[in-house]
């Protein structure tokens, strides 16, 4: 189902769309009808029936999608969710470019596709870890082994006994970059790792956990071009990308991409204090500026191993399926499976995220679910994946067998679409059953 966007109108403060309730902030244009904006790959979607599963359930779990979309926060969101290694959905609503809250009326609209590639954001930790857990299976690195024994420089200030496996679990006490440092800095490795090394600890290592939302990619890397003599783009490469047969999945994406990759906007109420505070301190910067970085052709080009690896929603799925495969991926093996083992066991239990400012279970590189409920929804504790700027989400789920990964280009830190995720959730709880306790 593929159409062309003809019409819409711009909804104000309260105003709504199929009685589905207030809109709250700076909204994008919504279709008279969805299906102008929808794409279903259907050469890949199987027959739910084949996987255990209802056609109406399956229906459902796109209608809570679409639900998603009529927020309004959210130009362009594509899915991919795959049970017991099958595809049930591999759709796109939407536009990829063109129909921000603030894009020009003679703009032209690019719909969204299942094949548009975005930005993970902070789901590409989740593959700088794993590339990490690679490196352990190779015997190159100890991920207990502390980062100045591969990086002597890195030790000054008290660092030295930070481990890899506590930057990975967000507890090395370098949580952020200093205070004022200019955000074409990220872009500028060499800069960033100097600044590291020259940085003091925060809090104590080890007992505090606070999220690292840029620092700690670039802390891997280093280590892992000092072990491996290879650029961490070289390593994901030939390790990952290739291997699993991705067209994209890389940091930052080819000049000649670039274009076709989906704009992130800045949507709902603009936050002020203290959630602004909060965004500034884990992200460095504001909304708005955010959204300015992101779209940057320089930002596009660069490699942050904690923030920009760029794919479909399909590729991120594909990698977690592969873990889900205890590292196989159509009959290859890309990893060991006591490398998944070790890249999704919980490390501590569930623990107040000083940078996050609320509960969160970690692993060694990704976020953990949890019972009665978790960030992966309902009865997830066994759920392992990670999310990417509030509204990306990627995970694995064992007992449900399924692999999800949802893409969403708005980012509202302050707007009504929190309950429709919520439903997304409960919806694949409801019709994607557990088969296996783990």
Known sequence: MIGSFETGKRFNLFSSLNNKGPRLGNLIHLPDSLSEV?????THEVDPVGVGLTTEGVESIWRSVEDIYK?????GISLSVRRQGKVILSRAIGHATGNGPHSSGGEAKVLMRPATPVCFFSASKAVTAFLMHLLNEDKLINLHDPVSFYAPEFGAHGKKNITIHQVLSHRSGVPGLPAG???ETLWNNDE???????SKLSMHRGDKLAYHALTGGYILERVLQIVTGKTIQQFLDERVRKPMGMKYFQYGIDDEHAQVVAETCATGFTPVFPVS???KRALGGSVDTIEEVSNDFRFKRAVIPAGN????????????QMLLNDGVWEGKRVCQPITVKRLTQEHGAI?????????????AGLMLGGSPFGIWGRKSAASFGHIGLINKLCWADPERDISVSLQATGVPFLANNIPSFVRFMNKLDRHCPRDKVI
């Open 38 to 42: 929808t794409t279903i790959d259907r």
């Open 192 to 198: 960033v790792w100097k600044l590291l090394c020259d």
């Open 309 to 320: 690896i760029m794919g479909t929603a399909e590729e991120m799925g594909n990698f977690f």
């Open 71 to 75: 927020t309004g926060t959210h130009p």
């Open 351 to 363: 623990q107040f995220d000083r940078t996050l400012m609320m509960p969160m279970r970690y692993s």
């Open 277 to 279: 505070s909060l965004i």
């Open 181 to 183: 440092v200019p955000i």
